[in-house]
């Protein structure tokens, strides 16, 4: 399918971003040209998952999993990865 839409200069949040539809949906938003930021519950698959998006490092992933938008460090965490 792919996305067709120009998405230089624009910033994506992905969540669930290291399985499934998710991941595939950080793959079609870079394809797009977008900066994306992949988060979820398992750090090791966000890690392995943003280095099989993208080797060249564009894609970002929290330090820490995040594991709930509702809590004030988790959504800051996630921000903060958006404005790198």
């Given at each position: 399918?792919?996305?067709?839409?120009?998405?230089?200069?624009?910033?994506?949040?992905?969540?669930?971003?290291?399985?499934?539809?998710?991941?595939?949906?950080?793959?079609?938003?870079?394809?797009?040209?977008?900066?994306?930021?992949?988060?979820?519950?398992?750090?090791?698959?966000?890690?392995?998952?943003?280095?099989?998006?993208?080797?060249?490092?564009?894609?970002?992933?929290?330090?820490?999993?995040?594991?709930?938008?509702?809590r004030k460090d988790s959504s800051q965490s996630l921000s903060s990865?958006?404005?790198d």
């Amino acid at each position: 399918m792919g996305i067709k839409k120009d998405f230089e200069n624009k910033i994506a949040i992905v969540t669930g971003g290291g399985t499934g539809i998710g991941k595939e949906t950080a793959r079609e938003l870079l394809a797009g040209g977008a900066k994306v930021v992949i988060n979820g519950r398992r750090e090791e698959i966000l890690r392995d998952a943003a280095h099989e998006l993208d080797p060249g490092g564009k894609l970002e992933s929290p330090a820490t999993p995040v594991r709930s938008l509702s809590r004030k460090d988790s959504s800051q965490s996630l921000s903060s990865a958006s404005a790198d």
